[in-house]
């Protein structure tokens, strides 16, 4: 427990009256602390509870700058300078870019001109250079795998399959004596 709670704890078990300050942020959100000075705690007010202010810093509506960088407590107020913020700001812009390392126009342009170097190396330049090469690897491999390289891996797949078409013919109630029906199913099928 900090100093201050073990104080307030101590004032309300005494029944002494504890009056705590309430500010509004920018936004309209209402804090609450003993006073609005360095080193003290300080609070969001909500409908149920009082909850730490996090640590960031917060514009208030009198136009001061809340620094708080441990949770619930003020390290200090100062009055909001519009000037300086901005130069902080780019500056620390300018530091990031440095940083990040951007290519300039001039290394794009080598890293294009050795990927075209590489586009050319890989690509045959005519046919002959082709056949040079399949000749230099033919020459390298003995006869017995150049004729097993040569013959189809797997027997082709006949897809021309000749379909054989059987008639069926069902013989239901055979006995019976044709019907009207009957009879001109049966024309129809022949």
């Known amino acids: 427990m900090k100093s201050n709670e073990m104080l307030k704890q ?5 029944g002494m009256e504890v009056k705590l300050e309430q500010m509004k942020l ?22 149920d509870e009082r909850v730490a202010l996090p640590i960031g810093e917060y514009e208030l509506e009198n136009g001061m700058v809340l ?8 390290k200090e107020v100062k009055s909001s300078e519009s000037e300086e913020a901005p130069e902080v700001e780019v500056e620390a812009e300018e530091d990031e870019k440095e940083e990040m390392g951007y290519a300039t126009k001039e290394e794009l342009a080598e890293v294009k001109s050795m990927i075209e170097e590489i586009k050319a ?5 005519n046919e002959e250079e082709m056949s040079q090469v ?12 150049l004729a097993e390289l040569s013959q189809p ?7 021309s399959a000749e ?9 239901i109630a055979s006995k019976r004596p044709l019907s009207t029906m009957d009879r001109v199913m049966s024309k129809i099928n022949k």
């Open 67 to 74: 620094v708080i960088e441990e949770e619930g407590l003020i």
């Open 121 to 125: 190396m890989l690509e045959p330049k």
């Open 10 to 14: 101590v004032k309300t078990l005494l």
């Open 153 to 159: 891996a797997v027997e082709p797949i006949n897809t």
């Open 134 to 145: 399949k000749e230099e690897l033919s020459s390298e491999l003995p006869k017995e795998v």
């Open 163 to 171: 379909v054989v078409k059987q008639k069926v013919q069902f013989n």
């Open 26 to 47: 920018e936004n309209g959100t209402v804090l609450e602390a003993d006073k609005f000075e360095a080193e003290n705690e300080i609070f969001i007010v909500t409908e």
